[in-house]
């Protein structure tokens, strides 16, 4: 299956199904950055959760690509009746499933008092409310992508915001308006970013500077997470951060690195892709709650966790997949996962 002749652009599929992957491998490591610091599994922690850090900006970057397409018609009122509602269901439907799941667990079987925090919305659906705020600006940012000048004007300056935003970044998060127009204007361009990426054509010493960038990305934050936790006495998310230019340079690498050189498939591959290409949504919203049975000391502590986080990380993704092969075959609660 080639570029060519697929229905589907090839690397972005190989992208999303990495970026899946890495996504649960960061909820996975998120346990062990909060363990007594300064310990073997601690590091282990740190170092696998720094070099998945590109994950959530590469799923932005995809939707960029896809949505900023001129040759793709997405009007205003495509975006209001059929992309935001179908967010905003998925959002609100997982609120309240792990909101019950978590009160059952903690009041029906453990018998522990009930906690405000337990009915907010689950960790990881912070992703959906600001997927919702970049598509609302899909029609400003295609006038934008429309426009290579204007294009490469606006990224440059979005690339300057990154390095405020870093310089800044505890003041900024300290105020809640501001850190929402942070988030927007951020992953906005991440989104711009993405289509420009896909219609590049780069030259071979420009990739090499962009591998490079993306290398010393990765080693700014695993060093800086370590150094800044060092100096904090608690683990520091500064470096970690998808708004940092550190992550931004390895989410840029990563992205021109499967772009350049997937340009096809073996056929074995294609049908792993065919298999579960329209899952991967699903998986996202599904994986936490595999996370609280299988990740857990008892599969963490096996073996060596450099053994052990990949095959949980490997077991939640297949249990995941197949919970929403189960839940797309009932209907209407099929619309939860799609």
């Not at 009746?81 to 009160?103: D, G």
């Amino acid at each position: 299956m080639t570029q060519q002749n697929s229905r589907h652009i090839v690397y972005l599929d190989i992208l999303r199904v990495l970026a899946t992957f890495a996504v649960i491998f960061i909820h996975i490591t998120a346990d062990g950055l909060v363990q007594p610091m300064w310990q073997y599994n601690w590091y282990v922690a740190v170092v696998g959760d720094s070099l998945v850090r590109w994950a959530v900006p590469v799923f932005v970057m995809i939707s960029g690509a896809l949505f900023l397409n001129p040759d793709k018609e997405i009007s205003y009122k495509t975006i209001l009746t059929k992309k935001v509602p179908r967010l905003l269901i998925a959002y609100i439907s997982w609120w309240l499933i792990y909101a019950l799941a978590i009160i059952l667990v903690w009041h029906f079987i453990k018998n522990d008092p009930i906690q405000t925090d337990w009915i907010m919305p689950h960790y990881h659906l912070w992703f959906l409310p600001m997927l919702m705020g970049v598509y609302l600006l899909i029609p400003v940012l295609r006038k934008i992508a429309a426009n290579d000048k204007l294009l490469r004007i606006v990224l440059s300056i979005w690339l300057f915001y990154l390095v405020v935003n870093f310089v800044f970044y505890n003041e900024i998060n300290e105020i809640m308006p501001l850190y929402v127009i942070n988030i927007l204007i951020g992953y906005s361009g991440y989104f711009l970013l993405g289509y420009y990426i896909s219609t590049a054509e780069i030259q071979k010493w420009l990739k090499f500077v962009v591998y490079f960038m993306g290398l010393l990305g990765a080693v700014m934050t695993i060093g800086g997470s370590i150094e800044m936790s060092m100096y904090n006495g608690c683990f520091s998310d500064i470096y970690i951060s998808y708004l940092s230019v550190n992550v931004m340079a390895m989410s840029l690498a990563v992205f021109v690195f499967i772009k350049e050189n997937i340009k096809e498939v073996k056929p074995r591959t294609s049908r792993f892709i065919d298999h579960i290409r329209h899952d991967l949504f699903g998986i996202y919203l599904v994986h936490p709650m595999w996370l609280m049975i299988v990740n857990k000391n008892i599969f963490r502590d096996l073996c060596n966790h450099v053994i052990s986080l990949p095959i949980i990380c490997i077991l939640t993704f297949v249990l995941s997949l197949y919970t929403v092969k189960l839940i797309r075959k009932i209907p209407f609660v099929r619309r939860i996962v799609e």
